[in-house]
């Protein structure tokens, strides 16, 4: 079964504040694609980045960052410094490899950055 | 270059009515994913057409179906609205390739349903 747990329903901070956005899944693929995807309230999501489960490396994007740990089954993902405009619902999920774009989508976490 | 449209954004029905909703894909991509999303819950896969057939179902009733057309566009059909089918229903387009788990989707700003 595939599953993703997004625990923090909405995070509040304050602008210039870093903030942490937990995911955690679970498969039992050994080949899998995890996903962060941002919704503003616009509604669409935006894609953020895509990482394979054989690529354990962290990644850093301008503010951004990915902490992946297949150990722990989690995937987390750091805002340095938030501005007002992260302000949005942000989305894990976990794609197994020939699913025909069967994504499973955590329940997702409001990020409220206050000026 | 546009992004993935979806039309009409918002619409109100009634309980046993019927509805469609509508899909563009973006340019170059050839395969569209239909979600569910209900107010404050993550998207729910409902299905996805490739070759204008339906390649891959989520748990959805048959009440759901769809179409896609030889442009790639693509329209979802809800049959006898229940009150628990008020969502926003979002479109996602990608380029089919291999190992279509690692897709990245494109996703439109969706379509808001609103069943009374």
């Known amino acids: 079964a595939q599953k993703v747990t997004q625990a923090q329903t909405e995070i509040s901070v304050v602008e210039k504040e870093d903030v942490t956005l937990d995911c955690v899944y679970e498969?039992?693929?050994?080949?899998?694609?995890l996903f962060w995807y941002k919704q503003p309230p616009s509604g669409e999501l935006v894609f953020l980045i895509r990482?394979?489960?054989?690529?354990?490396q962290n990644e850093i994007s301008g503010r951004y960052s990915w902490n992946f740990q297949k150990s722990t089954s989690s995937f987390n993902f750091t805002i340095t410094a938030s501005q007002v405009v992260d302000s949005a619902v942000y989305f894990c999920?976990?794609?197994?490899?020939?699913?025909?774009?069967?994504?499973?989508f955590g329940s997702g976490t409001k990020l409220n950055v206050k000026p | 270059d546009a992004g993935v449209t979806q039309s009409p954004t918002h619409l109100i029905k009634t309980r046993g009515q019927q509805v469609t909703l509508r899909c563009s894909p973006k340019?170059?991509?050839?395969?569209v994913s239909w979600y569910q999303q209900a107010l404050g819950q993550g998207p729910q896969f409902i299905f996805q057409?490739?070759?204008?057939?339906?390649?891959q179902r989520g748990n959805f009733p048959d009440r759901f179906s769809g179409h896609q057309f030889p442009n790639y566009s693509s329209e979802l059909n809800v049959n006898a609205l229940l009150l628990g089918d008020s969502a926003l229903y979002l479109c996602?387009?990608?380029?089919?390739?291999?190992?279509?788990?690692?897709?990245?989707?494109?996703f439109g700003a969706g379509s808001r349903l609103t069943v009374l």
């Open positions: 999920a976990l794609s197994p490899p020939y699913n025909f774009n069967k994504f499973y």
């Open positions: 996602a387009s990608s380029l089919q390739g291999v190992y279509s788990g690692a897709n990245v989707l494109t």
């Open positions: 057409y490739y070759e204008e057939e339906e390649r």
């Open positions: 990482r394979n489960s054989f690529d354990e």
């Open positions: 498969t039992r693929d050994t080949t899998y694609y």
């Open positions: 340019s170059g991509h050839d395969t």
